[in-house]
Every structure is written in C-alpha cells, then in structure tokens.
C-alpha cells in the first residue's frame, strides 16, 4: 500500500505525499473550482457515452450521472469540502463522487485524462462569457441608438488632435461607438463559432484505445463537432486566447468612449451631465461629482490586456501538448472576463443615463472656427478656387477673426472682402453650424439624415 498521504487519484506509485509548498504550487482548486457545473456538465456528457458505447454498464452510468447532481448542488449550496490536496476540480469532483456512490465513481474516467476534461471545462466556461459578453454589448449599442436617436441632430464639435475641427452631430458621434462595439460584437461571434470544437476524449495527449464515441459528447455539449486533433485538442488555448484578444479590444473601445465621458463631464467642457447613480462624491470637496466608473472602466484595459499578455507569454514556446504551464491559463481568464462584464455594464448604465447638455454642445459647436473647412468649400464651389487658393484665402480670414477676438460668422462682409473681392454675402449661409451638419449629406457623414439611417440600419439588426 502507499503512504495515506499520498494522492488517492494518481498515488499509485508514490511513497509519499507531496511537500507542502509543493502542494501550494500545484493546486489550481482555489480559482478552478469556478468551473464545477462545466466539469459536471463534461462529465455526465461522458459517462452517458460510456454507456451508450458499452464501455461501462448502464446501471454505472446512471448512479454516475446521479451522483454527479448531488456533487453539483452540494457545490452550489456551499456545502462542500474543497481539498487542495485534491489540487484541482475535477479530483475534487471525482473524490466526492466516490464517496456518494462508490465503487462505480472509480469508472467515470475511462477513456478520459484529465488533459481533455480541463479543455473542455475551460472552453465550455469562455464560451458561457463570450455569450455574455455578446448580451453585454448588444445592450450597450441599444443604450447608444437611444442616444443617437434623441439627438442625430444635435450639434457638438468635432475633434482632431483634440482641436476642435468641424461640426459634427451629438448622433453620429454616438454612431461611431456603435460601429466599434458592432466590430466588437462580431469578433465575439466569431471567436465562439471557431472555439466551438470539443476536446473530450482526444485523452491524455493520444486518443484512447476505447470505442469511445466523440460526436455523441460533443454534440451533449453543444459542440459543433470534435476537434480533429487530439495533441492539439488538449495543448490548444487560442480560444482563450482568443478571448482574451478580442476582450482587449473591446477594452480599448471602453477606455476611448470613458475618457471622452471624464472630459466631457469636467466643469471646462459640461458636455455631459453623468447620473447620480454614476457618479461619486470627494469627502472633502463638497461640489465635486467625480466619474468615477467612467474613470475606473478606462482602468480596465490595463488589467485586461495585461492578462493577454500574460497568457500569451505562458503559451510562447510550450511544447506539444499538454505541460502544466496551462494551469496558468485560468486567473488571467477569469479577472479579464469578471472585468469585461463589469466594465459593459457600467458603460450602458453610464450611457442610458446621462444627459447631452444641447446648449453647451451648440455653443461649442461654433467656437474656434469650426466652420473654417465650409468656407474654404465655399471659395472652391461658388468663386471657382482652387482648393489650395481657397484653403489660404480662409486660413487669412481666420487670422483676422482671431485678432479681433470673434468667431468667423461674425466677420463683416468688408472684412471679407478685403482678403478676397469677390466674397459675396452668400458665404453666410454656410458659416453656421446647422448648415455645415446637414451640408455633410456624404454616405456616413455627419447630416441627421445620415445618422438616422444608420440608426435605423443598426436597430433593425440589434
Ligand atoms: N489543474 C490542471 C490544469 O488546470 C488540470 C490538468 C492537469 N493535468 C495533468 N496532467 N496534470 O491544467
């Protein structure tokens, strides 16, 4: 007999349990242990398959299957015992199988290794959250449609280099985050649909000599189809990977649309009034109201990304196939995917309840010649100059509008005249803001009517 201590899994041939900072390294039960209803779910799969395959009898199969519920609402009710010197999940899973049926829980890990239940547990957990995700992010476009919709004619200025540049509509710059997380949106789906392979039964690293039956658990599972490859079916995590990638982006999206929320929310821009709900006090500022979610999800791209990192340096250079490394896969997946969501859900309530301040966005509209590009446009239709004549003509008029302190509308016509002869008081017309917004009539320019197509494109597809 071996030692007591050692692991009653695999302590066939050890003397002796292991060290206890051996036991600390080894054990991935304090995190993996949030993949139990996956492991269940993977496991029952497979003794069902067992049965059918009669590789065990079907009288095993059933008290297998039965024993792995009790085991499963013992998990969800807090009752059960989690053991590190069981190291993982699935031992801790399998363990308290056997004490709840016996002897017929010591054939549930036939023709299975512990190298394909992991990846199948693990995928079958990132696809839960990619499918959350997916939820997360429809809600926050329909949280920006609703904004775009009240104001696609909205006027604010639009940016470059953070230099106001030229008119745009509340609308469209709402729009432009909705065509961000749709991109986004459709990297979820993708990764899922290529994800969608199980590595149940691909074993240790080389199949099993058992009649095993893959298509039957991969399809239980809601698998497309086994993946073909057994070395690469338990060595393979570009799925988490590719989460990862893909929540990485979207982070980045997040972190755009936070920033411009913390800026335009400051006492300089009043842009946006963010809710109470979203906001936070300073304890010794009495007047503050700080964007402290939005503050916190431009954060998270740290921690997301990072874990991307992390992940993809485990991966670089790992021989084929399974190495332990791997265990290393699941607290960078874990916080990114608990952060994500988060993160999502923050911004749609950030979005769905805060205010556009109309007036401080028209008054911004107009301010530091936003309407300069018009006039050049102007020049070039109506005088007949070249764009590059016409161009200098108003970088002119421009100058002379800073010197006298005012904005270009407010030019007189002599003024005008005086840099170039033949500007008529028709070049008026073009100088608002309004005009400039529904001049820009180009497919995806800024027009209300353009924003409200695009609106109306989007709601027919979320
Ligand atoms: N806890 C392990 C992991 O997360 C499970 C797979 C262990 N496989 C093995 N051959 N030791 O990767």
Not at 168 to 197: I, K, P, Q
Not at 248 to 259: D, G, K, Q
Not at 306 to 323: C, H, I, R
Not at 329 to 353: H, I, S, Y
Request: proline content about 3%.
């Amino acid at each position: 007999m071996t030692d007591q201590s050692s692991n009653q899994m695999w302590g066939g041939r050890f003397a002796a349990g292991p060290d206890a900072i051996m036991e600390a390294i080894n054990a991935s039960i304090g995190f993996d242990q949030r993949m139990a209803a996956q492991d269940i779910a993977g496991s029952r799969a497979h003794a069902a398959m067992l049965a059918a395959t009669g590789v065990i009898t079907d009288s095993d199969a059933q008290a297998i299957r039965e024993g792995l519920l009790t085991v499963l609402s013992e998990i969800q009710n807090g009752e059960f015992q989690f053991s590190t010197a069981l190291e993982d999940i699935h031992m801790n899973v399998e363990a308290r199988l056997k004490e709840v049926i016996g002897e017929p829980a010591g054939r549930l890990h036939t023709g299975r290794s512990r190298n394909d239940q992991v990846a199948t547990d693990f995928k079958l957990w990132v696809r839960d959250q990619l499918d959350a995700a997916e939820s997360g992010i429809l809600a926050l476009i329909r949280a920006l449609l609703a904004q775009a919709e009240a104001g696609a004619d909205w006027v604010m200025p639009g940016f470059t280099h953070l230099q106001t540049a030229q008119p745009v509509t509340w609308g469209h710059h709402m729009m432009a985050y909705v065509e961000m997380f749709g991109r986004d949106l459709s990297r979820v789906r993708d990764a899922r649909a290529r994800m969608n392979e199980s590595p149940l039964g691909a074993a240790a690293l080389a199949g099993t000599s058992f009649p095993i039956d893959r298509h039957m658990t991969a399809e239980a599972l809601g698998f497309d189809r086994p993946a073909a490859n057994s070395l690469d079916a338990v060595s393979d995590r570009d799925f988490a990977l590719e989460f990862l990638s893909v929540a990485s982006i979207c982070a980045v999206h997040l972190s755009r649309f936070a920033e411009e929320l913390v800026i335009w929310s400051s006492a300089q821009f009043r842009f946006v009034t963010l809710s109470d709900r979203f906001s936070t006090g300073s304890s010794i500022m009495p007047q503050k109201k700080n964007p402290d979610a939005a503050e916190l999800i431009r954060a998270k791209v740290g921690r997301i990304f990072g874990a991307n990192t992390a992940l993809m340096m485990v991966m670089k250079g790992l021989p084929l196939a399974y190495s332990k490394d791997m265990q290393e896969d699941k607290e960078q997946v874990f916080d990114a995917a608990d952060n994500w969501m988060l993160a999502l859900a923050a911004m749609e309530g950030m979005v769905k309840d805060m205010t556009a301040n109309r007036d401080s966005l028209a008054a911004a509209a107009g301010s530091g010649f936003s309407t300069a590009t018009d006039l050049a446009d102007w020049l070039v239709r109506v005088l007949g100059l070249p764009f590059r004549d016409a161009h200098h003509v108003t970088g002119s008029l421009v100058a002379m509008a800073e010197k006298k302190g005012c904005d270009l509308p407010d030019l007189t016509l002599d003024d005008m005249q005086s840099v170039h002869a033949e500007i008529t008081n028709d070049v008026y017309s073009v100088l608002g803001v309004e005009n400039s917004v529904n001049s820009r009539q180009s497919y995806g320019g800024t027009a209300p009517d353009q924003v409200r197509a695009q609106v109306e494109r989007w709601k027919a597809m979320v």
